[in-house]
């Protein structure tokens, strides 16, 4: 039994999928802070498959508790947080507090009952700004904002963790920029309010629910001015994380990867070919640059490669179809 916590949030949904249909039995915990019960009924729909939903936070030590006393849980796959880059500098301690906090109520309990494998969502934040890319695992870590701090924050508990005790086996995955959706366009990313992420915001647009894209600067040192990501499917990512489960059920340590295609796209190629593959025009004006954004990050894939046997095979074009599906199929996200 594999414990998911946030399995209703964007990425985890997609990962139980992944898990239910390789076969896995999984139990899974999320307090809908930022995700509907919905998208747990959904996930049961595609997989054919039922499970256990505990509607609790990771804070509720007792309750959490009581998931790992009622499941033979073997390891933990932890995507639980809060992940919203401006609202974590207006609320750093409300960040600080759950995303730590609730890492280490979790680390708590997977100690007292023995059960020491964690894969870790992390994010390419971590590396704030590069110094060169592609990124490899091993570049400084400089994250540049409270969200950002709690992703390295964690991921040096991980670490203390492990020297404390060899038997732990921990998989850190340090995310590039998660789009797309489950081809079943049933799935997906359902932001509150309006998005900050580029993707969401761009389908809210073709859909008509707001009215024009900001593009943030036009004038870094990229082919096109615009800056530049490492877009990767989720359905690719989700996989990713069967790949560092396996790690972590065969091998004792602490490893890093980085989840991302290796490519970069600048924000006119992703708009340019949104509008190609769905037909519908994207408005966009060019304003001021976003505060504490870089001009261009993408993934250096090889460890992924060599070590977990992981690469991402979906296009830029699949991720945007597949984006476009789920917003017109759910045009008001989860109800
Ligand atoms: P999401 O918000 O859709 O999912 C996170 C889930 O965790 C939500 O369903 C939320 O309700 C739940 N949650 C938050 N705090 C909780 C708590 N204390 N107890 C129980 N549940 C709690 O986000 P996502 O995009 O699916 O991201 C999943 C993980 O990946 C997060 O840790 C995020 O920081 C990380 N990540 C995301 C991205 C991205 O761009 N989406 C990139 C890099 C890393
Ligand atoms: C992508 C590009 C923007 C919105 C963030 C987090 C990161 C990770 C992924 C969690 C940039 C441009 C965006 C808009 C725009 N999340 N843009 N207009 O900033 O790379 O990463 O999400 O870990 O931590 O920082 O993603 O989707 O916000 O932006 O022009 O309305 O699109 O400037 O170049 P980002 P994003």
Not at 28 to 47: G, P
Not at 132 to 146: D, G, H
Not at 253 to 272: A, D
Not at 283 to 291: A, D, G, L
Request: proline share 4%; glycine share 8%.
């Amino acid at each position: 039994m594999i414990l998911v916590t946030g399995a209703a949030g964007f990425i985890g949904s997609h990962a139980c999928v992944e898990l239910l249909n390789a076969g896995y039995e999984i139990v899974t915990v999320d307090n809908l802070s930022n995700s509907k019960r919905e998208a747990i009924n959904r996930v049961k729909q595609i997989t054919k498959r039922d499970f256990l939903f505990y509607p609790i936070d990771l804070l509720d030590k007792e309750a959490l508790e009581k998931v790992f006393i009622e499941n033979k849980i073997k390891a933990v796959i932890h995507f639980a947080g809060l992940k919203a880059v401006g609202e974590s500098t207006e609320k750093p301690l409300m960040y600080y507090y759950n995303n730590i906090v609730g890492t280490i109520i979790l680390c708590e309990l997977m100690t007292k009952y023995k059960i020491k494998r964690i894969v870790f969502s992390s994010s390419a934040t971590v590396y704030g700004m590069p110094d060169q890319v592609p990124i490899s695992e091993n570049s400084p870590l400089r994250a540049m904002n409270p969200y950002g701090r709690t992703k390295l924050m964690i991921e040096e508990i991980l670490r203390d963790l492990y020297l404390s005790d060899k038997s732990w086996s921990i998989s850190i995955l340090r995310y590039f920029n998660p789009v797309g959706a489950h081809p079943s366009g049933t799935i997906g990313e359902d932001p509150n309010g309006i998005p900050s992420n580029l993707m969401p915001f761009i389908t809210q647009v073709a859909i008509g629910k707001l009215n024009q894209l900001k593009v943030f600067g036009n004038d870094y040192e990229t082919i096109d001015g615009t800056g530049i990501r490492d877009y990767i499917h989720v359905v690719d990512l989700a996989k990713g994380h069967l790949k560092a489960l396996e790690v972590v059920m065969n091998t004792f340590g602490v490893k890093v990867f980085n989840l991302g295609t290796g490519s970069g796209y600048s924000v006119l190629q992703i708009i340019e070919t949104f509008e190609k593959v769905t037909k519908k025009s994207v408005p966009y004006q060019i304003v001021e640059r976003r505060q504490g954004d870089v001009a261009a990050i993408y993934a250096d894939t090889n460890k992924a490669k060599d070590e977990l046997g992981w690469v991402a095979t979906k296009g830029l074009e699949e991720m945007c179809i597949d984006s476009w599906r789920w917003q017109v199929n759910n045009p008001k996200g989860y109800i």
